[in-house]
């Protein structure tokens, strides 16, 4: 007796790779790793810009920090993109994102601000997602 699509898939039964839930998580993971790795390209394009803003909101060690939020966010970017290690790039990107929000977004009289706080907040609830359940069964990992 052939089961239907919905009982197979409630029983944990369905083998197939492209369902919907397999393709939400692989969209889910390219739309959150997109942030990260535009920030890292206009970081990479503008060394000396994105430097003056960390010293401009008392950032020190400009330099050393600059090179790091880069290799984080290409690498997190990256390994959330590909599901390969994607709970080690989204814990890296979440290390990442706690202080970058509470240094450069908590001007709250700045409404700007106030919505680059709560987008980085929607943005940390994605990454715990990524954590939580990992990448999905369409990534190198294959979970």
Do not use: C
Request: aromatic share 8%.
């Amino acid at each position: 007796m052939k089961t239907s699509e919905s009982e197979s898939t409630i029983n944990g039964s369905d083998r197939r790779l492209y369902t919907s839930k397999n393709v939400i998580s692989l969209i889910a993971r390219i739309l959150l790793s997109a942030l990260f790795l535009l920030s890292a390209v206009n970081k990479i394009m503008n060394p000396a810009g994105t430097q003056q803003y960390m010293t401009a909101n008392g950032m020190p060690l400009v330099g050393l920090l600059y090179i790091a939020a880069v290799v984080i966010e290409v690498g997190g970017g990256l390994s959330v993109l590909l599901g390969y290690k994607a709970r080690w790039g989204a814990i890296a990107l979440a290390i990442f994102l706690i202080p970058a929000t509470l240094i450069f977004h908590t001007n709250f009289a700045n409404q700007i601000q106030q919505i680059m706080f709560m987008k980085n907040l929607a943005i940390f609830g994605g990454l715990l997602m990524i954590i939580q359940y990992g990448a999905g069964r369409i990534s190198l990992d294959k979970h």
